[in-house]
Nanobody, 116 residues
Framework: QVQLVESGGGLVQAGGSLRLSCAAS????????MGWYRQAPGKQRELVAV???????NYADTVKGRFTISRDNAKNTVYLQMNSLKPEDTAVYYC??????????WGQGTQVTVSS
């Protein structure tokens, strides 16, 4: 099993910044890709950004140029630096760890609220 614990959410004004962290513990060796997803009220969960063990990244078009995902394999932690936040970024952000076989582990989620 893998446990993922997010931190760093909160309330910020539009144009501001937040940094999310996700610490992984347990059977870390199972995890290949780590990423961030978000779910706004009434909407489906969507991919925000993902990073693999070789530190290759992929971003949703809506956050490219504003968000940066990074990973510290020594600390088993993944980060999401969010700049130039917009009200439409308001959502619960979930940390995800995916195995090579496609099994997903999820964190409990952290609320990000961007006020206009």
């Amino acid at each position: 099993q893998v446990q993922l614990v997010e931190s760093g959410g909160g309330l910020v004004q539009a144009g501001g910044s937040l940094r999310l962290s996700c610490a992984a513990s347990g059977s870390i060796f199972l995890i290949n890709d780590m990423g961030w997803y978000r779910q706004a009220p009434g909407k489906q969960r969507e991919l925000v950004a993902v990073i693999n063990r070789r530190l290759s990244t992929n971003y949703a078009d809506t956050v490219k140029g504003r968000f940066t995902i990074s990973r510290d394999n020594a600390k088993n932690t993944v980060y999401l630096q969010m700049n130039s936040l917009k009200p439409e970024d308001t959502a619960v952000y979930y940390c995800n760890g995916a195995t090579a076989t496609g099994f997903n582990f999820w964190g409990q989620g952290t609320q990000v609220t961007v006020s206009s």
